[in-house]
Nanobody
Framework: QVHLVESGGGLVQPGGSLRLSCAASGFTFSHSAISWHRQAPGKERELVAAISTFHTSQIYVDSLKGRFTISRDNDKNTVYLQMNSLKPEDTAVYYC??????????WGQGTQVTVSS
C-alpha cells in the first residue's frame, strides 16, 4: 500500500527557511519519481518540483528557482524540499506525490506552510 507522509511545515517569517520531508513506504522508492505540489487558498494545486530515480531534479515554478531545492535519500525513502527566502506568496499546503501502476497518482495528506510576520 502506497503511503506518503509529509512533515516539516509550519509558520515562518518572510525570508526564513523550512525543509519539508516526504517519507514514503509501500513501494520501491528508489525506482520512483517523486514530486512536490502546493495549493494556496482559492487556487488550484500546482506542480512545484520533481526528482527522478536518477536524482535529476527540476523546479517548475519560475519564482521558486534559486530558492527551492528538491533532493532525495533513497536509504531513508525520503524526498526533501528545501525552501529558502520564503515569501508570503509561498503560503500553501504542500503535498508530495508519486505515480504508480502507470497512471495512478498517490498523494500525501499535506503539510501547511505559512509565511507571515
Amino acid at each position: 500500500q502506497v503511503h506518503l507522509v509529509e512533515s516539516g511545515g509550519g509558520l515562518v517569517q518572510p525570508g526564513g527557511s523550512l525543509r519539508l520531508s516526504c517519507a514514503a513506504s509501500g513501494f520501491t522508492f528508489s525506482h520512483s519519481a517523486i514530486s512536490w505540489h502546493r495549493q494556496a487558498p482559492g487556487k488550484e494545486r500546482e506542480l512545484v518540483a520533481a526528482i527522478s530515480t536518477f536524482h535529476t531534479s527540476q523546479i517548475y515554478v519560475d519564482s521558486l528557482k534559486g530558492r527551492f531545492t528538491i533532493s532525495r535519500d533513497n536509504d531513508k525513502n525520503t524526498v526533501y524540499l528545501q525552501m529558502n527566502s520564503l515569501k508570503p506568496e509561498d503560503t500553501a499546503v504542500y503535498y508530495c506525490s508519486t505515480v504508480r501502476d502507470g497512471s495512478v497518482r498517490y498523494w500525501g495528506q499535506g503539510t501547511q506552510v505559512t509565511v507571515s510576520s
